[in-house]
């Protein structure tokens, strides 16, 4: 191995120690600060911290993580139960209507029931796409709602990817369930602010390329 080589494997494995130690401490905070928040009003705005500091860390901007966390926490907090109230309301809407509408025609049951399914999967598609929103840009719960709609309608290819690669994590998280009170939510949402974070860039660069496009005609 010669001695660029071994530079480059002494980096990549200094980057992947580091990753690993901040993907534990993130999930570590995220269990506490969920416990804080008593859970059901601490799951959200701790979320939301989360792929902040995930992304603050995928764009390589060093900040103190728990300073980061613990501020975006309380500034996010009523904004993000907002949306922990619509997603909760929604989710148990939907799984009452599956557990229980009944009706005579065997037809429409079956209908009605792959309709719930089909508006479940959407809501959580729109999760999935709502909290890297929040992180990345700074607008009303409103608008990041229709935006996470938008991208799943608009970017099909990079949302199946980003799908599979959470399969994928859940897949391995099964495989070896020792890793889950260790990584089990912070890996998750390091996979979906990864994605979610290129297709962002991508969307933007699409939008600047039409602007300019634009302007170019009207000159």
Not at 24 to 53: D, E, H, K, R
Not at 57 to 78: A, S
């Amino acid at each position: 191995m010669n001695q660029s080589s071994l530079t480059g494997f002494i980096t990549y494995f200094y980057r992947f120690g580091d990753y690993f130690l901040v993907l534990l401490y993130v999930n570590l905070l995220w269990i506490c600060f969920t416990l804080l928040g008593g859970i059901i009003l601490g799951w959200a705005p701790s979320t939301t911290a989360m792929f902040s500091v995930l992304r603050k860390k995928i764009m390589e901007k060093d900040e103190p993580i728990f300073k980061q966390y613990w501020q975006v926490y309380r500034q996010e907090f009523l904004r993000s139960n907002g949306l922990g109230i619509i997603a909760i309301t929604a989710a148990f809407i939907l799984a009452v209507n599956i557990q229980y509408f009944a009706v005579e025609t065997a037809w429409l049951f079956i209908a009605v029931r792959y309709l719930m399914i089909a508006l479940i999967i959407i809501v959580s598609i729109m999760l999935m796409y709502v909290f890297p929103l929040m992180a990345h840009y700074e607008t009303t719960l409103h608008h990041h709602l229709k935006n996470s709609l938008f991208l799943m309608i608009y970017q099909p290819i990079r949302t199946i990817v980003t799908i599979g690669l959470c399969l994928l994590v859940v897949q391995i998280l099964t495989l070896f369930p020792v890793f889950i009170p260790f990584f089990g939510v912070s890996l998750l949402a390091f996979v979906i602010m990864l994605t979610t974070y290129f297709t962002f860039r991508h969307v933007e660069k699409r939008q600047e390329e039409i602007r300019e496009s634009l302007e170019e005609q009207e000159v």
